[in-house]
Antibody
Framework: EVQLVESGGGLVQPGGSLKLSCAAS????????MHWVRQASGKGLEWVAR??????????LYSASVKGRFFISRDDSSDTAYLQLNSLTTEDTAVYYC????????????WGHGTLVTVSS | DIQMTQSPATLSASVGDRVTITCRAS??????LAWYQQKPGKAPKVLIY???TLGSEVPSRFSGSGSETEFTLIIRSLQPDDFATYFC?????????FGQGTRLEIK
């Protein structure tokens, strides 16, 4: 069974940093691109970042709203994906989900339960 | 970025009704569109991908259609479990944008 378990969320001050983790199991992690998607409370979904596999040189991609502040990475030896959040603003407050595609990169067929990031002074 | 405009924002319906949700892309995305269902406090679940392909274990009362810029999700014979929020997502090109969502509520 595919499982994605996020952790690392919490309360952080504006301008601060946080590193989220996504522990994967039940599939060949090294062969799967991984994504982060976020959702502010009561709002819609926003795709945030994607990292490809070693075959694609771990290519990364970011949404315009986080580019240059957030960094996605992965450790295939521990089946874990990460999202480093820097220069946080209140607009980054959201539940952050990690996800992977059903076939290839999309659609996003497997999701974690999410981890809440709250940016507040 | 491609903008996805979803309508209506809220939809009131009764068990047994047939409902239609529309998603419009700001430019052609071919058939690279997915529909997701989300219930409060839960992660989204994929219902439809490639505009019209039913996801695994998704009931056949759900169907999707469309291409290029106009897409629809139809739910036939609404069941109590279907009252949730629905999102479309284009995966033709970054930033893989979602629609704003349609909240389907019980009339």
């Amino acid at each position: 069974e595919v499982q994605l378990v996020e952790s690392g969320g919490g309360l952080v001050q504006p301008g601060g940093s946080l590193k989220l983790s996504c522990a994967a199991s039940g599939f060949t992690f090294s062969g799967s691109a991984m994504h982060w998607v976020r959702q502010a409370s009561g709002k819609g979904l926003e795709w945030v970042a994607r990292i490809r596999t070693h075959v694609s040189s771990y290519a990364t991609l970011y949404s315009a709203s986080v580019k240059g502040r957030f960094f996605i990475s992965r450790d295939d030896s521990s089946d874990t994906a990460y999202l480093q959040l820097n220069s946080l603003t209140t607009e980054d407050t959201a539940v952050y989900y990690c996800a992977r595609g059903v076939f290839g990169e999309f659609p996003l067929g497997y999701w974690g339960h999410g981890t809440l990031v709250t940016v507040s002074s | 970025d491609i903008q996805m405009t979803q309508s209506p924002a809220t939809l009131s319906a009764s068990v047994g009704d047939r409902v239609t949700i529309t998603c419009r892309a700001s430019q052609s995305i071919g058939i690279w569109l997915a529909w997701y269902q989300q219930k409060p406090g839960k992660a989204p679940k994929v219902l439809i991908y490639k505009a019209s392909t039913l996801g695994s274990e998704v009931p056949s009362r759900f169907s999707g259609s469309g291409s290029e810029t106009e897409f629809t999700l139809i739910i036939r014979s609404l069941q109590p479990d279907d009252f949730a929020t629905y999102f479309c997502q284009q995966y033709h090109s970054p930033s893989y944008t979602f629609g704003q969502g349609t909240r389907l509520e019980i009339k």
